[in-house]
Every structure is written in C-alpha cells, then in structure tokens.
C-alpha cells in the first residue's frame, strides 16, 4: 500500500501549486482521500476531503475559494489545487485514505487508514 504526495515547493504569495496524491497496492475507489497539513509547531489539521466517487468535497475554511480537490479514479490519483497561496499555508501537506465514513462533514475527525509521505509547500517572497 502506498501514498505518493507531490507536487510541493516555493511559491510566492499569491501564487498556484497543483499537490498530487498517487495511491497503489488498495482499491482507490473505495476509499476517501483527505488531505492535511502540519506547520512547525502546530497540530495536524484537515484541509480537503473528496470521497469515494468524488461526488462529496469538504474544505476548512481558510482554504475555502482558494483550494479545490478532485480526483481521477482512472489513474488512482487524487489532486489539491492550491490557488492565492498565502505565507500561513506554508506546512508539509499529507494525503491519507479512509474507507466509507458515516458522517463526511467529519471526515477530519476519522481515523484514517493509509497515509503518505508528505510534500512540503512554502509559500514565501
């Protein structure tokens, strides 16, 4: 099983970066894929959801109109695309797989079931 996050790098802000999060070794379309990221000294939070069919999305707030998640079942991929980048979204963002949920609106709260490795993002001038 595995969790390829890329995608990540320098940009300045307001800049774009598209994340691309590629899975292998478990059947993609059975699961939801979060994703999330951690800034030094902060605690993990959820940015992005997309469940299993892609039908349903969730956003935190402060990536709402920003950010927008898809994904491509064919290639078992799923992608974040990260627009007007601020320097507060600089974080290692990690992608993470959870099988079928109850509740989608809490889709940060699950414990999910793979996770990747992470790519860094900094958004700095």
């Known amino acids: 099983v595995q969790l390829q996050a890329s995608g990540g790098g320098l940009v300045q802000p307001d800049g774009s970066l598209r994340l691309s999060c590629a899975a292998s070794g478990f059947t993609f379309y059975d699961y939801g894929i979060g994703w999330f990221r951690q800034a030094p000294g902060k605690e993990r939070e959820g940015v992005s959801y997309i469940s299993r069919r892609g039908s349903v999305t969730y956003y935190a707030d402060f990536v709402k109109g920003r950010f927008t998640i898809s994904r491509d079942n064919a290639k078992n991929t799923v992608y974040l695309q990260m627009n007007s980048l601020k320097p507060e979204d600089t974080a290692v963002y990690y992608c993470?797989?959870?099988?079928?949920?109850?509740?989608?609106?809490?889709?940060?709260?699950?414990?999910?079931?793979?996770w990747g490795q992470g790519t860094q993002v900094t958004v700095s001038s």
């Open positions: 993470a797989a959870v099988g079928k949920i109850p509740y989608a609106s809490r889709w940060p709260e699950y414990k999910y079931d793979y």
